[in-house]
């Protein structure tokens, strides 16, 4: 009986382990985002052309400067769930915003919202690829 007692103990350790590492990598059942670097981002955008490249600054921040085809969905309308211009929730989307903070937060609200393909990489202060925008002028 007492070796019953072990085995059925060690059977539920395993599977309790087993849910542990589980909801660890699913991040408890849902998507997640992940933080990439500035270096990391320039490399996807040049290899996935279809790539979103997602600026959640206001449009006024936007115009000023802005990675060349960024699309511009500020935070304010994610946050009031206006998803109209990001109809693919499977497409790869790598956000920025100035110093990173509204990236992370967009980020979460993607993922929170089914996307499954999220990249967060900061902000345009550190940004040392290509830029455009009146700023520049």
């Known amino acids: 009986m ?42 996807m955008i040049a290899s996935s052309p279809d790539a979103i490249v997602l600026d959640v600054r206001t449009p006024e921040e936007y115009e000023k400067k802005h990675i060349p085809d960024a699309l511009l969905v500020p935070i304010d309308d994610l946050r009031a769930d206006d998803f109209s211009k990001l109809p693919d929730k499977d ?26 393909r999220v990249y967060e990489f900061g902000g345009l202060i550190d940004w040392t690829g290509e830029v455009e925008g009146t700023e520049l002028k």
């Open 2 to 43: 007492r070796n019953a007692k072990c085995v059925m103990r060690n059977v539920f350790l395993v599977i309790l382990s087993l849910v542990a590492c589980s909801l660890f990598l699913t991040g408890c059942g849902g998507n997640v985002y992940k933080h990439i670097t500035q270096d990391e981002a320039q490399a």
């Open 91 to 116: 497409a790869m989307i790598l956000v920025y915003c100035w110093t990173g903070r509204r990236a992370e937060d967009a980020a979460k609200i993607l993922v929170e919202h089914g996307y499954k």
